[in-house]
């Protein structure tokens, strides 16, 4: 029995709540001479509309590699639950202290001591273009039980839900 296939809207929406509470992502950037260069970048628990938002020195690698080239991809992973999250998209360097205002936590300090009165604290953006997500049922008695299953029936296992969507013509606003 094919599984029927969700609308933009519902996978958007799935998007947000797969990688809502994933505290950190892996923010990769093209270097001048082409290579990829990876790091962890700090996420945000905010609703998901579209962009996705980090706080970083203005005057740091990452802005150099941004600038030059605006792909990036983000990876998120939580292993606990069986989730993982690919993006891409572009990202753009922004001075907007009421953005960051918005934003702020307490627990930034630890980057920015002088808090939103720092002068090196921006941010940058980036607008998802394409993302793709892998979410496994939670309980491992059912995931035992599709393998079993598969084994029995000779058919693929199938563990969970994999979507891939093309966000260029997603509605992006709940």
Same mark, same amino acid.
């Given at each position: 029995?094919?599984?029927?296939?969700?609308?933009?809207?519902?996978?958007?929406?799935?998007?947000?709540?797969?990688?809502?509470?994933?505290?950190?992502?892996?923010?990769?950037?093209?270097?001048? *001479? +082409?290579?990829?260069?990876?790091?962890?970048?700090?996420?945000?628990? /905010?609703?998901?509309?579209? &962009?996705? #938002?980090?706080?970083?020195?203005?005057?740091?690698?990452?802005?150099?590699?941004?600038?030059?080239?605006?792909?990036?991809?983000?990876?998120?992973?939580?292993?606990?639950?069986?989730?993982?999250?690919?993006?891409?998209?572009?990202?753009?360097?922004?001075?907007?202290?009421?953005?960051?205002?918005?934003?702020?936590?307490?627990?930034?300090?630890?980057?920015?001591? *002088? +808090?939103?009165?720092?002068?090196?604290?921006?941010?940058?953006?980036? /607008?998802?273009?394409?993302? &793709?997500? #892998?979410?496994?049922?939670?309980?491992?008695?059912?995931?035992?039980?599709?393998?079993?299953?598969?084994?029995?029936?000779?058919?693929?296992?199938?563990?969970?839900?994999?979507?891939?969507?093309?966000?260029?013509?997603?509605?992006?606003?709940?």
């Amino acid at each position: 029995m094919a599984s029927k296939k969700k609308d933009t809207h519902e996978v958007v929406q799935h998007f947000g709540d797969l990688i809502k509470g994933i505290k950190v992502a892996m923010m990769t950037t093209v270097e001048e *001479d +082409g290579s990829l260069r990876s790091r962890p970048m700090w996420t945000h628990d /905010r609703d998901f509309d579209g &962009e996705l #938002w980090f706080f970083t020195r203005e005057h740091s690698h990452k802005v150099d590699e941004v600038e030059h080239d605006h792909h990036v991809s983000l990876a998120y992973a939580d292993p606990t639950r069986d989730r993982y999250v690919s993006v891409s998209g572009r990202c753009r360097l922004v001075r907007d202290k009421d953005k960051a205002r918005e934003l702020w936590n307490p627990t930034l300090k630890a980057w920015f001591p *002088d +808090g939103l009165d720092d002068p090196e604290l921006a941010l940058l953006c980036v /607008r998802v273009e394409r993302a &793709e997500y #892998w979410d496994t049922p939670s309980s491992r008695m059912v995931q035992l039980a599709g393998m079993v299953k598969a084994a029995l029936t000779g058919e693929s296992y199938k563990p969970g839900d994999n979507q891939k969507l093309d966000m260029g013509d997603a509605p992006l606003t709940h």
